[in-house]
């Protein structure tokens, strides 16, 4: 039997991309996908786990003969800080219970991490690569942990794994779910479906934000990138495009001029979105392994509007 690839977390933002883009390049076959929840479509191996079931996860790893592991499995930064110690058992026991999985199998493993593994002390105008963390949400806790845990595993065990800093994505095909960055992607759905979205943080609010494409292109490069050269692979930076909601309405609204945007700031995202950077230096993803983001700002809501649209169609 063929080595396959396990995406745990499938259904959830960066699985729904994810997943088709490696059947694509590896044949359906080889790319098993899993998450708690019943499968959305048959295009491919699925299987109901729960990731913080160890025992079961090793055994799906050592009868399919598992050899890569994305463990994009996660609560995100808003949903996250309602239910902390939720968040806790998933974000950081499931890492802890698959890295455990990738040792003993002897998998590559793939963990995001994100602009939320920095705090209100981090320099935010670019974050560099090595800097202060301190995050304040138990979600960036649980990444700054998972950075550290990957780097430990790889030092320690000689696990071969790796990872992003990912800016708040953007993708017309799952939504993200309980984020600070959702903003960015419903203000899409809103400008096409009644043109009108109240967003949740304020006008001037900058954030750096990923087009999908981008998103699921570094995971990709970087998984396939020559080990030796790799000098921060549990957490590398990398910038899609910095924007504020004001400047992504106006985008909207040059493509969609009955488009409008309110403002009715939630506090609570709020306070997270100002703790986190406004930009990243990638320069070292640059350097290690060749980074570089093809979308911008204009590029994106392109890509976002057409894609919705044919959604629709
Ligand atoms: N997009 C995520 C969030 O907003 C950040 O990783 O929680």
């Known amino acids: 039997m063929e080595q396959q690839i396990l995406v745990i977390g499938a259904l959830g933002q ?8 490696l059947r694509r390049l590896y ?3 080889r790319v098993i996908a899993s998450d708690v929840k019943p499968a959305r479509d048959d295009e ?19 009868r399919s003969r598992v050899k890569v592991i994305y463990h994009l499995a996660a609560m995100l930064s808003a949903t996250a800080e309602k239910d902390p110690q939720q968040a806790w058992r998933l974000n950081v026991d499931g890492l802890y219970t698959v890295l455990e999985v990738a040792r003993i199998h002897q998998c590559q493993i793939f963990v995001p991490s994100s602009i939320a593994a920095f705090g ?8 560099p690569q090595i800097t202060i963390q301190r995050p304040t949400t138990i979600y960036g806790i649980s990444k700054v942990i998972g950075e550290l845990l990957c780097a430990y595993y790889a030092t320690r065990y000689n696990v071969d794994a790796r990872g992003l800093r990912f800016p ?5 095909t799952a939504p993200p779910g309980g984020g600070t960055t959702d903003y960015a992607v419903e203000i899409f759905h809103a400008a096409l479906e009644t043109g009108a979205y109240t967003c949740y943080l304020r006008p001037d609010t900058r954030l750096p934000l990923m087009y999908m494409a981008d998103g699921i292109r570094a995971i ?3 998984m396939a990138a020559d080990r030796s050269r790799l000098r921060y692979a549990s957490a590398y930076n990398i ?3 910095s924007a504020t909601p004001a400047e992504l309405a106006a985008a909207i ?5 009955h488009a409008q945007i309110t403002y009715d700031i939630q506090p609570d995202r709020q306070a997270i979105a100002d703790s986190w950077p406004r930009a990243l230096d990638d320069s070292a993803a640059r350097e290690d392994w060749g980074w570089r983001p093809q979308y911008d700002l204009e590029a994106t809501v392109d890509e976002m509007l057409n894609a919705i649209r044919c959604q629709h169609t």
């Open 27 to 29: 044949g359906a076959s």
């Open 220 to 222: 990709l490069e970087l």
């Open 168 to 172: 708040g994505l953007i993708s017309a």
């Open 14 to 21: 960066i699985g729904s991309d994810l997943v088709p883009a």
């Open 44 to 62: 491919g191996p699925y299987v109901m786990q729960d990731c913080t079931d160890g025992a079961s996860l090793a055994e799906l790893v050592r």
């Open 253 to 257: 609204a040059r493509r969609i001029p």
């Open 239 to 241: 910038q899609g495009f």
């Open 120 to 127: 209100p002390e981090t320099p935010r105008d670019p974050t």
